[in-house]
């Protein structure tokens, strides 16, 4: 075994499957890919350009869902992410996609990237824009996800799964563009988000990727 992550830490798609890959206890490494500007040989890897791409040996895939789907395949011994029965399955995989595809434009390609990646690179940030996902877009989301969790400890069955990774994924971009979820308004989704955030995973990224956020900021 000797799997490679291609990928750059601050992706939120990255990040979830590296944190698949430390929750299942298996060892890789990673190397740096940027989003933009990529060498042409990654078009092999991902002919969309886009992080993250994994290889296991000779075997190459990319896109992070297709990945962890991959990694629960390949090492049925390791801890499963993604349910324990066909119901739970498909649950986890619509939830998975619910941070994606829904919160993934607002917490990422829109707080984040205005925030974070636009200033050092001499671009503007749209405050607007953030203000309107977060007064008008964010809420709607949070309101489905927090009724979707109720009182429950993680999203689907009672243990952690890529839905929780996912989300938590989304939350850490949020945050590093200086944004919390309002824990007076949805105090079980700042929970879940808390109790992800705890993990030994989760903590052996965090600060490398809060110290590379705030050089971006020194630089902006
Ligand atoms: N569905 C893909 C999304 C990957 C994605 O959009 N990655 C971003 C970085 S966060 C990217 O590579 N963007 C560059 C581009 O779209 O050209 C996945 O889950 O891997």
């Known amino acids: 075994m000797s799997l490679t992550v291609y990928g750059a830490p601050l992706s939120p798609f990255v990040r979830k499957v590296r944190l ?10 990673l190397e740096i890919i940027l989003p933009f500007g990529q060498p042409a040989w990654y078009r092999e890897l991902n002919p969309l350009g886009r992080i993250p791409a ?14 962890c789907q991959y990694l629960e395949d390949s090492y049925p011994e390791r801890k499963p992410l993604l349910g324990r029965n066909a119901e739970q399955r498909a649950r986890v995989r619509w939830l998975e996609k619910y941070s994606d595809y829904e919160l993934a434009p607002l917490c990422t390609f829109s707080v984040f990237r205005n925030r974070v990646l636009k200033p050092p690179m001499g671009q503007p940030c749209d405050e607007t824009a953030v203000q309107a996902t977060l007064t008008d877009k964010l809420p709607t989301h949070f309101a489905y996800l927090s009724q979707t969790l109720g009182t429950a400890e993680y999203f689907v069955g009672d243990s952690l799964t890529l839905a929780d990774l996912a989300f938590a994924c989304q939350m850490i971009n949020m945050e590093h563009g200086g944004e919390q979820l309002d824990a007076q308004r949805w105090p079980n989704l700042a929970a879940l988000y808390q109790r992800v955030k ?23």
Not at 57 to 63: C, E, P, R, T
Request: charge should be negative; aromatic fraction near 4%.
């Open 20 to 29: 698949c890959l430390a929750e299942k206890d298996l060892d890789y490494a």
């Open 54 to 67: 994994l290889k296991d040996g000779d075997f190459s895939l990319a896109d992070s869902s297709v990945i």
């Open 198 to 220: 705890a993990r030994p995973s989760v903590q052996a990224l965090l600060p490398g990727e809060q110290k590379t956020v705030a050089k971006m900021a020194g630089k902006a």
